[in-house]
């Protein structure tokens, strides 16, 4: 799905501790790396993001972070935009507490149906959690006040709003227990099973036919 040789991720340390350059390196090595937005202002964001564009061109994998801003929603919904604009297709959803439609408009925009009806995502968006109450609002798909939203700002088409009923908001994952972060302190060895349970719960009752990825970080994840 994402490009890469190993399902390996580099996470997205805020103020640019996870640079540019190891999110370049992590790309050529078959891996996929997160760029530390969080923290920056949306003119060092922007700058940051033409650096992997330029390096390694069209199809490659990497991606940025998005970080949940309640105080600050017009930063959130800027660096969304930023992204969508150019053409970043990966992020790395943190500190989210709940949805937003910054992070619903990245996950939906671009989505369409191929040839044979069947549902293509433009972008992907990892979300990092550490609660099972979280993890639900990303397996799940967005509310439709939120699609509803969007379309009346004309953030989504219609369609786009249409599909996005049909999906999870995030088919990736990223399942944080004690780290050196912002952390909830859980234990890797009890929080891993139950997103993975909760997981397979929410698929069957959504019906979904593709896979949600999970990956373990934080500590030695």
């Not at 390996?8 to 992590?26: L, P």
């Not at 017009?74 to 910054?102: C, F, H, N, Q």
């Not at 219609?158 to 994952?173: H, I, K, S, Y």
């Not at 698929?203 to 500590?219: D, E, H, L, M, V």
Request: charged share 20%.
């Amino acid at each position: 799905v994402h490009g890469v040789r190993f399902p390996y991720v580099s996470g997205a340390m805020a103020n640019g501790i996870a640079t540019t350059d190891i999110v370049i390196a992590m790309s050529r090595a078959g891996f996929l790396g997160f760029f530390g937005a969080a923290g920056l202002s949306l003119g060092r964001v922007e700058k940051a993001v033409a650096l992997p564009k330029a390096e390694l061109g069209e199809g490659s994998s990497w991606g940025c972070n998005l970080i949940h801003s309640p105080a600050e929603p017009a930063l959130e919904e800027a660096v969304a935009d930023l992204y969508i604009r150019e053409g970043v297709k990966r992020v790395s959803a943190a500190a989210y507490m709940a949805l937003t439609p910054a992070i619903v408009r990245f996950a939906l925009s671009g989505i369409h149906q191929d040839e044979h009806g069947r549902i293509q995502r433009s972008r992907f968006v990892f979300a990092k959690i550490s609660r099972p109450e979280v993890a639900r609002k990303f397996l799940e798909p967005a509310p439709q006040s939120i699609l509803d939203g969007l379309v009346e700002r004309g953030l989504l088409s219609a369609d786009e709003a249409r599909l996005g009923a049909q999906v999870p908001v995030a088919e990736d994952l990223i399942v944080e227990s004690d780290s050196g972060g912002h952390t909830d302190n859980r234990t890797l060895s009890t929080l891993f099973p139950t997103i993975l349970a909760l997981r397979d719960e929410v698929a069957t009752a959504q019906g979904y036919s593709r896979p949600i990825r999970c990956g373990a970080a934080g500590g030695i994840g």
